[in-house]
Every structure is written in C-alpha cells, then in structure tokens.
C-alpha cells in the first residue's frame, strides 16, 4: 500500500485490518492442517504446522509493523506481543468453527434421523387403516344391503384420498383430520349390529378459523378404542370429545374395557377387531415427541373396567 496512507489518520485502522486479515488466514490454515493432526500427537506433521503457524504469525506482524512505521525502527517487544494476539485469535477462532461445525453436523444428523423415523411411523399407520377398512366393509357386506355398502366404498376412498393427497404432508388442516376421523367411525358403526348393546358418542367442536397439525395424530386413540372397547356380547361404549381454545386442542378418548372370552364359540371371537395388533400408543408417543416436543401433554388412566386417553396440544 502507498505510504501516504500508513502516515495518515488510517495507521491505526490498517494496523487493526491487518492482523485481523492474518488471523482469518491462519485460523484457516490451523483449521484444516493443526486440528485434524492433533488426533496423532505423535506424528511429526503436527510439530511442523505449528512452527509454520508461529513463522507465518511473525512474519505477518513484522511486515504489518514495520509498513506503519515506514520500517524507520525496530520494535521486538510490540511484534512479539502483535505475533501473540494473532496466534491465540487464530487458534480461538480455528476451536470455535470446529465446534459449530460439529453441532451443525450433528443437529442436521438428528433432523435427517427424525425425519427418517417418522416417514417409517406413517409407513406403520398407512396400511393398518386400510386394512382395517376393507375388513369392516367385508363385514357390512355379508349382513346389509348394497345402499350401505357403496356407502361404505364412499367413506373408504375419502380415506384412502386422504391418506394419498394429505398424509405425506408436514401438516394439514384439522377439518381434514376430523374428516377422516367421522369417516372412520362411520365405517366402524356399519359393523355393529344394532341390536348390540353399543353406546359410541361423538362431540367434535368445528373450527372456526384454519388451525393445522400434523395428519394422522388422532385417528391411533379411537382406533385403539374400537379395537379394545367393543364387545358384541357385552354392553359397551366409547365417547369421543374434541375441543379448541385459542391455542390448544383438547382430544379424549374415553371407552370400555369388556372381559374378553376365550371361548373360541364365543361371539367376541367373530369381531374383526378382535386380532388386529393395532398401530400401538407406542407409535403415537413418538410422533408427538418428535413433532411436538414441550407443546403436548399425553395423559392415560386405565382400570379393569375402562380406558381414558386425554391428549392436550398447542397448535399455536
């Protein structure tokens, strides 16, 4: 650089730009060459970077010295000290970018791990509903007339429509989950008999403005509540609720628990229910830890003679 400009009022500022430009650049050299060579001490590679970081910081800083005073005089003290201030910056800096770097690798490991883990849950819940579809209209089939049944096929490929265009997405509106849901139940009640002792109340509060969640998050609760609170010997029921405040919603799923025969005549053992393994509350634990960790609260009760899942989340 000129030396009108080190005599100016710039000295100080091209001093201060200068040993901040050399730090930058070892900082890089250490980075890529000191670190890594730390994971073998003993090798002489690592001795040899550090005597080039110290020749390299000397050099800088008796170029940058002696440009600002026009190499007019010699000041050991002052390039010692400048040499100083350049390796430490470099060597905090170098330390402070492989730990970003780490916790950046690291957190984009957790989000491509959950990202996987929960396209693995939805594959679980995907086919089980299907299934479990096809086998309640197989049921209604045999006993009902075809008004019913195409009613059925209806309802099914709602479903099925859902599954295909709204269950991959992140999330959807809730008017489409409570959608499912009614079709859901709709399937279930074309199986009951009704001469069965069957109680299933449903109240659902509608929204009144659009409020998104993750797709798939409430059907587990009622599905387990048909699987094990319906008995077609026993009296039995299920009460569903869903509520909304400004910021929450509110889900319970409330049924009972019938003893069950194991009596191979028994009616029971004819219930389509009766031997699905079901996607597991397990499943529906981890989605919510992993969508919604800190805004969900998941409460069980459970006695010989009922089931009570009461689920509060923060949509907002």
Known sequence: MPPVLWRAGLRDGLLM????????????????????????????????????????AAAATTILWGASTNFYYYAPDTIVSFTAVVVVGAVTSAYLRRVLTRENQLLQTQVSAKS????????????????????SL???????NSEKTADGIQKLGDMMRFMLQENNRDRIPLNKEVEYLRNYIELQRMRIDPTHDIDIRVTIQEPVRAIYLAPMMLIPFVENAFKHGISLRQSSWIYITLTLDDTRLYFKVHNSRPVRSTDPASADRHDPEEDRSGVGLDNVRKRLDLIYPGRHQLDIQQSDQDYFVSLTLVYW
């Open 116 to 135: 996987a883990e929960l396209a693995s849950l939805r594959a679980q819940i995907n086919p089980h509903f299907l299934f479990n579809a096809l086998n």
């Open 17 to 56: 730009l200068g040993l901040v430009l050399a730090i930058l650049f070892l900082q890089a050299y250490i980075y890529r060459y000191v670190l890594p060579a730390l994971k073998t001490p003993q090798s002489s590679g690592l001795f040899v970077h550090i005597a080039a970081v110290l020749l390299l």
């Open 138 to 144: 197989y049921a209604t089939a045999l006993k009902e």
